[in-house]
T-cell receptor
């Protein structure tokens, strides 16, 4: 089955710097990769996703890149702000199969 | 790390019947659990937040009488799909909170014939 690893487990950056979180997956059949953000005390929310026919997707300060050959995908946050502090989860799925999450990355943006 | 289990992992049922899915935190107590559903070719969407000892909080558009959630103990939350129909066929996944960390269950695939 699918296995998703996520690194780093914790990440601290200065406000204004960029943050990068990387996930690797094992099942080459996986074709959809969403990212979730969970702020302290709040419910998880989908922030961006990417499908396997696309190499990169951007939404304002957030971007996701996918390398199918290497089976890894990354979340990039530029110009980080204190409100970006949260736990971020990546996931991988092949439609019709299990939806596997990474263990999460706790991002802290220091003012 | 903390382990969350779901049972069953796969269930097939006839239209009109009800199906119960269990979500258990195996080695920790979880006052809050979340239930998600995956729509075809879409990401998981949050259905409801389950709080131990109180009523679940449902997301907009989720019918609380259709999807009954019970969080009777600190280690168990159940989702019951009542009068299931083929359009309820989906992948359901739960997660449990422990010390502000979230741990996901393996998911349950429901197929309604």
């Amino acid at each position: 089955g699918e296995n998703v690893e996520q690194h780093p487990s914790t990440l601290s950056v200065q406000e204004g710097d960029s943050a990068v979180i990387k996930c690797t997956y094992s099942d080459s059949a996986s074709n959809y990769f969403p990212w979730y953000k969970q702020e302290l005390g709040k419910r998880p929310q989908l922030i961006i996703d990417i499908r396997s026919n696309v190499g990169e997707k951007k939404d304002q300060r957030i971007a996701v890149t996918l390398n199918k050959t290497a089976k890894h995908f990354s979340l990039h946050i530029t110009e980080t702000q204190p409100e970006d502090s949260a736990v971020y989860f990546c996931a991988a799925t092949n439609y019709g199969q299990n939806f596997v999450f990474g263990p999460g990355t706790r991002l802290s943006v220091l003012p | 790390g903390a382990v969350v289990s779901q049972h069953p992992s796969w269930v097939i049922c006839k239209s009109g019947t009800s199906v119960k899915i269990e979500c258990r935190s195996l080695d920790f107590q979880a006052t809050t659990m979340f239930w998600y559903r995956q729509f075809p070719k879409q990401s998981l969407m949050l259905m409801a937040t389950s709080n131990e000892g109180s009523k679940a909080t449902y997301e907009q558009g989720v019918e609380k009488d259709k999807f009954l959630i019970n969080h009777a103990s600190l280690t168990l939350s159940t989702l019951t799909v009542t009068s299931a129909h083929p359009e309820d066929s989906s992948f359901y996944i739960c997660s449990a909170m422990s010390r502000n960390e979230q741990f996901f269950g393996p998911g349950t695939r429901l197929t309604v014939l």
